[in-house]
């Protein structure tokens, strides 16, 4: 028998015992249900459509009052209700339990109106959150101006809790955080300016700012300071300033006078003392100058005397003196001059002309020169010109030599002639002689005669042919 063989044998057992044991052993249950007669339950009511619809506009009622309460619930709760509101807010959750307990019993308006008085509780709780934001606020900075750093903090806690994000809150928070130290260097400050140590002081109320720039009292102390030390620094400067003017150091007491003006320009003394630093400079340099030329007076320097009394009427046209004074120094200097010209050029003297004007030159200075007043360079000036005055109508012997042949004639002087040598006394000035022969280059020669000099022979012949 192969193997297929027996496996549908096997198969063909198995179904007959299925088909006729089974049901026989199967025939007596293992158990009994019994049957009980169904107690009959009391009628539910029928609700009509309009009941049905009211049931539901409650239900809907219902739960939009709990989205508008859960939203309220939860942003008061992040605004840290639970510290400024406790009561109120546990009241509002109780009267919320309530209403759910009610919703669940399908007493929905009886929940209704306990969501309504949460709801209220809660908008009420939501105003106390602005004014209790905007008290705290307040409380806190008054506290930082009383110096009052824990209830300064306090306040501040209270509302970064209420409003995160709220820039009046986040600044009083910053503040209450630095008080202890503003208060140090506020309190440092103080002992420093009632010392007098003004700019110990100044330093520890700027200090205590750089923390807060809006603490008021180190605001007000140091506007103070400031001006104090403004005033003091002013009436230093100030006082440098005259200090420098008596000395007559006048640069000094400009820059003294101008650097006080930087620090208040409102102040009208500093405008005056310029003023008056102008008046006494101006009177200082007439002063110097007319100091000057009186001693270029004395030392008969008229011409440059006469340029310092120039530069003073330049300077102010008001001046008297120096108007009185430049007619005389106008007067010496002009003598002066004529002198130094005549002195210097003594040969002009030949000229008629000249002479004459030397002779009524030498007369003023005469005149002059008889004063109480020495003047050494005056005397010598006319000691020069009453000599030179003398010499210049003193002859010299002058010798001219020739060759016997050559004719020679002094011009605008004399016609001398043919001679071999010849002594001629002339006074000193200049000359031209000229020498002529027939079949020779005709000779000019034009020579100088000084006064008090000794003159070499002059040599007078045509010697080169045609």
Not at 106 to 115: F, G, N
Request: charge should be positive.
């Amino acid at each position: 028998m192969n193997r297929k063989q027996l496996t549908l044998l096997t198969l063909i057992s198995i179904s007959v015992t299925i088909a006729f044991v089974l049901p026989k052993v199967i025939d007596d249950p293992l158990f009994t249900i019994k049957e009980n007669p169904i107690e009959s339950s009391p009628q539910v009511p029928q609700l009509t459509p309009s009941q049905l619809a009211e049931k539901q506009k409650y239900r809907l009622t219902s739960q939009e009052l709990l989205a508008q309460i859960i939203t309220m619930r939860d942003s008061l709760d992040a605004r840290g209700v639970r510290k400024w509101g406790q009561v109120d807010f546990f009241e509002s959750l109780k009267l919320i339990e309530i209403g759910d307990q009610l919703y669940l019993d399908t007493k929905y308006q009886q929940a209704i109106a306990q969501y309504n008085l949460a709801l209220s509780r809660l908008r009420a709780l939501e105003n106390t959150a602005e004014a209790t934001l905007d008290a705290s606020i307040k409380s806190g900075l008054k506290s930082i101006l009383q110096g009052e750093v824990y209830e300064a903090q306090k306040y501040a806690q209270t509302a970064i809790t209420i409003a995160p994000d709220n820039p009046q809150a986040t600044l009083l928070l910053r503040r209450s955080e630095s008080l202890p130290k503003v208060l140090v260097h506020f309190r440092d400050a103080t002992v420093h300016h009632d010392a007098g140590k003004l700019d110990l002081a100044k330093r520890q109320y700027q200090l205590a700012l750089a923390l807060d720039d809006n603490f008021f009292p180190a605001k007000t102390a140091l506007k103070k300071i400031n001006k104090t030390l403004l005033d003091r620094d002013f009436q230093s400067l100030m006082s440098l300033g005259w200090d420098k003017l008596e000395k007559n150091q006048f640069q000094g007491a400009r820059n003294a006078f101008i650097s006080a003006a930087t620090l208040d320009k409102s102040k009208i003394s500093v405008d005056k003392a310029l003023l008056l630093l102008e008046t006494r400079k101006q009177q200082y340099e007439v002063k110097i100058k007319m100091e000057r030329a009186r001693k270029l007076e004395l030392d008969e320097n008229w011409a440059q005397a006469l340029q310092v009394y120039n530069d003073l009427i330049q300077l102010d046209g008001t001046l008297v003196q120096p108007r009185v004074k430049k007619i005389n120094a106008s007067i010496r200097s002009d003598l002066d001059r004529q002198t130094n010209v005549i002195l210097s050029t003594p040969l002009a003297l030949a000229d008629k002309k000249t002479y004459e004007e030397a002779k009524v030159l030498l007369d003023n200075l005469l005149g002059i020169a008889s004063s109480d007043v020495e003047t050494p360079k005056l005397l010598s000036q006319i000691r020069d010109l009453e000599k030179l005055l003398e010499q210049s109508q003193t002859a010299t012997e002058v010798i001219f030599q020739s060759d016997g042949q050559t004719e020679v004639t002094l011009l605008r002087v004399t016609k001398l002639g043919v001679f071999a040598r010849k002594t001629v006394s002339l006074r000193p000035g200049k000359y031209s002689i000229l020498g002529a022969r027939t079949g020779f280059r005709d000779v000019l020669i034009e020579f100088t005669i000084d006064i008090g000099s000794n003159n070499v022979p002059i040599d007078v012949r045509c010697s080169e042919t045609i």
